[in-house]
Antibody, heavy 116, light 105 residues
Framework: EVQLLDSGGGLVWPGGSLRLSCAAS????????MSWVRQAPGKGLEWVSS????????YYADDVKGRFTISRDNSKNTVYLQMNSLRVEDTAVYYC?????????WGQGTRVSVSS | IVLTQSPGTLSLSSGERATLSCRAS???????LAWYQQKPGQAPRLLIS???SRATGIPDRFSGSGSGTDFTLTISRLDPEDFTVYYC????????FGGGTKVEI
């Protein structure tokens, strides 16, 4: 059974940093791209970032480019999202998702709140 | 690619047919268009990929159609568990989601 376990969310001041993790199991992690998708309170889904199988290619939404960094460790079956210079508008539930689309598996989400 | 879903809210009854629209600002390459269902407090669930292919375990009352810039998700007979929010996503040119359609009783 495919499982994606998101973690690392929390409450942070504007300008602060957080690192999200997503631990994968139940499939050949090193054979799939991975993505992060977020959902602000009461809003729709927004793609954030994706990373290729090897990690050599990374892609970002314009809103987070230059502030967020996606990475992966295939030896640990884990994908990360380093979030720096956080803004109030980054407040959301962050989901990791298998592949670059379509996403047939999702994590349960981890909540990030940016507030003073 | 910007995706526009309509209507924003669809008010129907159990057993009725639901037709949800997703329009793209430009042609979606290879019709790489997916549909997701999301219930409150849960992660999205993949329903349809490639515009018309049902994902594993999805009931056949869900069907997808369309090509180019106009896509449709049809729920042939609404079950009580189907009253929730639906999103389209294109994955042919980067990734983007539509704003969602809420199907309510």
């Amino acid at each position: 059974e495919v499982q994606l376990l998101d973690s690392g969310g929390g409450l942070v001041w504007p300008g602060g940093s957080l690192r999200l993790s997503c631990a994968a199991s139940g499939f050949s992690f090193s054979s799939y791209a991975m993505s992060w998708v977020r959902q602000a309170p009461g809003k729709g889904l927004e793609w954030v970032s994706s990373i290729s199988i090897s990690g050599g290619n990374t892609y970002y939404a314009d809103d987070v480019k230059g502030r967020f960094t996606i990475s992966r460790d295939n030896s640990k079956n884990t994908v990360y999202l380093q979030m720096n210079s956080l803004r109030v508008e980054d407040t959301a539930v962050y989901y990791c998702a298998k592949d670059e689309g379509p996403h047939d598996s999702w994590g349960q989400g981890t909540r990030v709140s940016v507030s003073s | 690619i910007v995706l526009t879903q309509s209507p924003g809210t669809l008010s129907l009854s159990s057993g009725e047919r639901a037709t949800l629209s997703c329009r793209a600002s430009q042609s979606v390459p290879a019709n790489y268009l997916a549909w997701y269902q999301q219930k409150p407090g849960q992660a999205p669930r993949l329903l349809i990929s490639g515009a018309s292919s049902r994902a594993t375990g999805i009931p056949d009352r869900f069907s997808g159609s369309g090509s180019g810039t106009d896509f449709t998700l049809t729920i042939s007979r609404l079950d009580p568990e189907d009253f929730t929010v639906y999103y389209c996503q294109q994955y042919g040119m980067s990734l983007s989601f539509g704003g969602g359609t809420k199907v309510e009783i």
